[in-house]
């Protein structure tokens, strides 16, 4: 305190001190040079400038005063110190000497302050105190109480824990019988549904009991056989009963779901069947009704077909009745149409639904289950009313159409493989064993034969039908009436679906039955010499192979012909060519050339080849051989073909040019004794192909 009442003193005293050097340097005093913390007593004295001494005891203590630090700590002192200390009436000294008085008063009033708030607090906590130990006395009471009721429920805690544990035990087992009602045993409501009526629920239930009944084999390798023995017993008559349901329910419906022309057949209803596969005999006796209600409907629309019209035609197949093929093609292409259509439906009683679009087929589904019926089989007896309508319909096709008449011999052969055709389209789906395979197949062998029978009637009618030849050599118009029918049967074969490698085996016979033929008569023509009976073989010939056209299964038979052809232009080649070297006048030195081709003689010393001879027959040849330029060759100018014409006028001229070169040839030759040769040849043989165009 002394302190802060210095520091207090001093600031009063440099306060004073200020004033007073401002009043004295107002009336030209010589106070500037006393230092500003000098106390105001000694400036008052008058001492003055540099005549008076320094009081160095005050320069000390306001130099000592001066160089107090004033942090911010002595700020607040000094600040908290000037709240105290107020000038009164006592004037400042007395001021002074009471501000360390205050400061003790106020610091006992602060005191006093503190212990009057702590007296409450001490009475507060004197009441906790009470309160907690009146507790603890509490706690020990109860404590006691506690023991001696432990003590007490002792026992009835020990028998607590056994009927716990026995608790346990039988929540346990209720557990498991729970879990076994639930595996091995149906709800009441699940045995409502069987006994109630056939919905999607129903076959939920029966494929559980299936699978209930299944699982019985684990009871029986385990320690409760009896009660599998008594679940598999229950199981059993709970599946008949379904299955029994299951059939009598298919039986009812089956009239309002498969009599349709068109059935659509619910999911229902098949998974009804699919399900019924589990009980052998049930299911054959179940699609056995379904063929036979099938077998009824198709019986009925084809009779409505045939006479009514139907299946998207407006007239009846019956009105086509004059029309023997389009007829037989219509009821046929109707049947396998009808074939195809029943084989898709009844192909979802053979298969098993599940969850995908795919179906597996019923030997995937059950293997262990052996069934009395194929699908063949049952397709087979859907389709055995058909039989009794379609054969006799057919065989009356075959009986009224004329099979003398040769005219109908294409339509004999159009019906045989339209029957073929068939025959290897149905039988696949139905089996050969089948009723309308057998049927087919019968139609086919009977059109077949009646078609022979015709074949051979045309062949023994051509041999005997004499020809008539016109002068230009044409084929005759029986040729071409035989080969048209030949070309439209070739067409019909080429068409159906008989393999390329059996269609030769099959129209071997037909080949042999209408070409043999031609071919003999072609050979028994008298009424013309053998050139012009050559050319009439030739035009025949080639119009034989031009109606073969390019079938393979006349291959062989193709070949055979141009043998014959090939050879017969030969020799008309030949014939030709000799004629016109006798007409030109080079036949007979041609001859003599090659007789004395193994003589030492010279050509020039025969009179038949001497140079004035030889020269005549160059100079003849000559002058033919501008003619023949320009006429045409008389025998190959009568062959149809222009192809083949001009073929045998090449090889004529050909061999003319090659007879032409040997001559010169022969002339040229030193050996033969002809002196200046070339002053009669007056053409090369080069120069004679180029005349005759035979480059």
Not at 508 to 535: R, W
Not at 539 to 567: M, P, Q, W, Y
Not at 624 to 648: C, E, N
Request: proline letters at 4%; a negative charge; aromatic letters at 6%.
């Amino acid at each position: 305190y002394s302190f802060c009442t210095l520091l207090g003193f001093i600031k009063m005293e440099l306060q004073r001190a200020s004033s007073n050097i401002s009043v004295a340097s107002g009336k030209g005093s010589e106070m500037s040079g006393i230092s500003m913390g000098v106390s105001g007593s000694y400036l008052g004295r008058g001492v003055m400038g540099s005549q008076s001494a320094p009081n160095t005891t005050l320069n000390r203590k306001l130099k000592k005063v001066l160089d107090i630090p004033m942090d911010d700590h002595m700020r607040t002192s000094l600040e908290a110190v000037s709240d105290v200390y107020e000038q009164g009436e006592m004037g400042a000294s007395g001021e002074r000497r009471n501000l360390r008085g205050a400061l003790e008063k106020r610091t006992l009033a602060l005191h006093e302050m503190f212990l009057n708030e702590y007296r409450a607090v001490i009475e507060q906590f004197n009441r906790v105190s009470s309160d907690v130990h009146d507790l603890s006395q509490s706690c020990s009471v109860m404590q006691t109480s506690l023991r001696t009721t432990k003590v007490e429920s002792q026992e009835m805690i020990d028998q607590i824990a056994v009927l716990q544990t026995e608790l346990e035990a039988t929540k346990t087992k209720e557990d498991q019988v729970k879990t076994f009602l639930d595996r091995f045993h149906l709800t009441p409501e699940e045995k409502q549904v069987l006994r109630g009526d056939v919905t999607p629920q129903f076959f939920t239930v029966l494929e559980k009991v299936k699978d209930i009944h299944n699982h019985c084999s684990d009871l029986l390798t385990a320690q409760h056989q009896q009660a599998g023995v008594e679940v598999m017993e229950m199981t059993y008559l709970q599946q008949s009963q379904g299955y029994e349901k299951l059939n009598k329910w298919i039986h009812v419906n089956v009239n309002d779901v498969m009599s349709q022309d068109v059935p659509e057949v619910p999911t229902l209803f098949i998974r009804a069947l699919n399900t019924l596969r589990e009980r052998g005999p049930l299911w054959c006796g179940c699609v056995k009704e379904i063929a036979a209600v099938r077998k009824q409907a198709l019986a009925r629309k084809f009779f409505t077909t045939m006479t009514r019209g139907g299946g998207g035609s407006n007239r009846p197949i019956d009105a086509h009745a004059h029309d023997p093929l389009r007829y037989v093609g219509d009821m046929l292409a109707w049947v396998h149409q009808a074939v195809a259509e029943e084989n898709d439906l009844i192909n979802n009683f053979f298969t098993t639904t599940t969850t995908s679009t795919k179906h597996v087929p019923l030997t995937g589904v059950a293997p262990d289950v052996v069934l009395e019926i194929s699908k063949a089989d049952l397709l087979d007896q859907t389709f055995e009313g058909l039989v009794k309508q379609l054969g006799p319909r057919i065989t009356e096709v075959l009986k009224n159409t004329p099979s003398g008449m040769s005219a109908n011999l294409v339509v004999y052969f159009r019906l045989e493989s339209v029957l073929e055709f068939y025959c290897n389209m149905i039988p696949p789906l139905l089996g050969t064993n089948a009723a309308l395979s057998v049927l087919l197949t019968d139609l086919k062998l009977q059109a077949l034969k009646q078609f022979i029978d015709m074949l051979k009637v045309m062949s023994d009618k051509l041999l005997a039908t004499p020809l008539h030849i016109t002068k230009e050599l044409t084929p005759p118009p029986i040729i071409h009436e035989a080969l048209s029918k030949l070309k439209m049967m070739m067409d019909t074969l080429a068409e159906s679906l008989i393999p390329p490698e059996d269609r030769e085996k099959e129209f071997a016979a037909v080949l042999s039955g209408i070409v043999d033929p031609l071919l003999t008569l072609i050979e028994k023509v008298d009424e013309i010499d053998a050139q012009q009976q050559l050319v009439l073989s030739i035009n025949c010939l080639h119009v034989i192979l031009s109606t073969f056209g390019d079938h393979t299964f006349t291959r062989k038979k193709a070949v055979k012909i141009s043998e014959t052809f090939n050879s017969q232009i030969a020799t008309l080649v030949s014939i030709q060519s000799d004629t016109l070297l006798r007409q030109s006048g080079l036949s007979d030195i041609l001859r003599k050339i090659t007789t004395t081709t193994t003589t030492s003689e010279p050509l020039s010393s025969f009179a038949t080849t001497s140079p004035h001879a030889m020269e005549e027959a160059i100079q003849a040849f000559y002058k033919y051989m501008y003619t023949l330029g320009s006429a045409p060759l008389p025998l190959s100018g009568k062959v149809l073909a222009m192809r083949v014409r001009d073929m045998i006028s090449t090889r004529t001229i050909k061999a003319i040019c090659d007879a032409y070169a040997k001559v010169y040839e022969a002339m040229m030759d030193p050996a033969n004794g002809y002196q200046n040769p070339r002053k009669m040849l007056q053409h090369t043989p080069d120069n004679v192909r180029t005349l005759l165009d035979c480059n």
